[in-house]
T-cell receptor, first 117, second 109 residues
Framework: GAVVSQHPSWVICKSGTSVKIECRSL??????MFWYRQFPKQSLMLMAT?????????EQGVEKDKFLINHASLTLSTLTVTSAHPEDSSFYIC?????????????FGPGTRLLVL | LAKTTQPISMDSYEGQEVNITCSHN???????ITWYQQFPSQGPRFIIQ???TKVTNEVASLFIPADRKSSTLSLPRVSLSDTAVYYC??????????FGTGTRLQVTL
């Protein structure tokens, strides 16, 4: 099946710095990608929808100036956590609808573990 | 987006068949039902997807009654490696997905 990759797989940063996470669709194009956040022992929470060539759509309660999303190409979406703080420490996961039929399943990346000190 | 309800957790012994039922009373006509598996510190992995009746693949079966208000994921002869969280999602899979609580399956010897 289709593969979605993320980079880095984990990152540790100091409070106040910005961190960029990449999400790539391998061997297929994705005009839309989704970003999720998952805290320990909790479910995935959708943060935003990344749209190639246009602005991202953020879910209610997600600060768009805090979590900058750029969908620069048909295979790459980036999430930048600006001025990260310890409460931003979480597991960030992206997904993309696979190629093919309308009801193609979504493929998830392996996730990025962010720890803010 | 249709809301789903699943048991929070289930326990099973290795070699048994496990059935996880998900309720989705507000499922829309065009919605599909998809199940994902997630291991700790990994992204969800697609297991199976269906629209109605029964779907079977190499790892699981999905049973969907005629009214489509629920679905049951069946895992035959589970092993320790099947210990994971299983999510039932309903919707157009190319669109954004809303994850429920999931079912934490613990398989023991």
């Amino acid at each position: 099946g289709a593969v979605v990759s993320q980079h880095p797989s984990w990152v540790i940063c100091k409070s106040g710095t910005s961190v960029k996470i990449e999400c790539r669709s391998l061997d297929f194009q994705a005009t839309t990608m989704f970003w999720y956040r998952q805290f320990p022992k909790q479910s995935l929470m959708l943060m935003a929808t990344s749209n190639e060539g246009s602005k991202a759509t953020y879910e209610q309660g997600v600060e768009k100036d805090k979590f900058l999303i750029n969908h620069a190409s048909l295979t790459l979406s980036t999430l930048t956590v600006t001025s990260a703080h310890p409460e931003d420490s979480s597991f960030y996961i992206c997904s993309a609808p696979g190629p093919g039929a309308v009801q193609e399943t979504q493929y998830f990346g392996p996730g990025t573990r962010l720890l803010v000190l | 987006l249709a809301k789903t309800t699943q048991p929070i957790s289930m326990d099973s012994y290795e070699g048994q068949e496990v059935n996880i039922t998900c309720s989705h009373n507000n499922i829309a006509t065009n919605d599909y039902i998809t199940w994902y598996q997630q291991f700790p510190s990994q992204g969800p992995r697609f297991i199976i997807q269906g629209y109605k009746t029964k779907v079977t693949n190499e790892v699981a079966s999905l049973f969907i009654p005629a009214d489509r208000k629920s679905s049951t994921l069946s895992l035959p002869r589970v092993s320790l490696s099947d210990t994971a969280v299983y999510y039932c999602l309903v919707g157009l899979t190319a669109s954004k997905l809303t994850f429920g609580t999931g079912t934490r399956l613990q398989v023991t010897l």
